[in-house]
């Protein structure tokens, strides 16, 4: 993969990492809460990839879109968690190395448009 923004990267990662999980949840939330989760962070990606190729001046409302959609995947993340179909031990390695790292770089993104 040719060099990519950290932000892409993280999503990327994120996506990959939900697909794993996924495959191990229970037939009936597999296609319900899994397949939410996947297609918010397929969603979030492709906000990100539609932002950048705005001009500055555009990218504003895009982020803020970003940040919304983000925002609904986190809850599903959380919904996860509480339904144990995703471990203590799983979710703290995707709060720490994605939930947190993502929003750092949305929030500093979206005040670099301030």
Known sequence: MSKQPALYLKFYQLIKLLYASKKNFPKEYKYTIG??????????LDLFLETNSLPNSEKKSKIRELSVAFDKLKMRLRMGQEL????????????TNYVSEIGNMIGGWLRWTQ
Do not use: N, P, R
Request: negative net charge; hydrophobic residues 40%; glycine residues 0%.
């Open 84 to 95: 144990q179909l995703v471990s203590e031990k799983q979710f703290a390695h995707i709060q």
């Open 35 to 44: 397949e939410d989760m996947t297609t918010l962070a397929w969603q979030c």
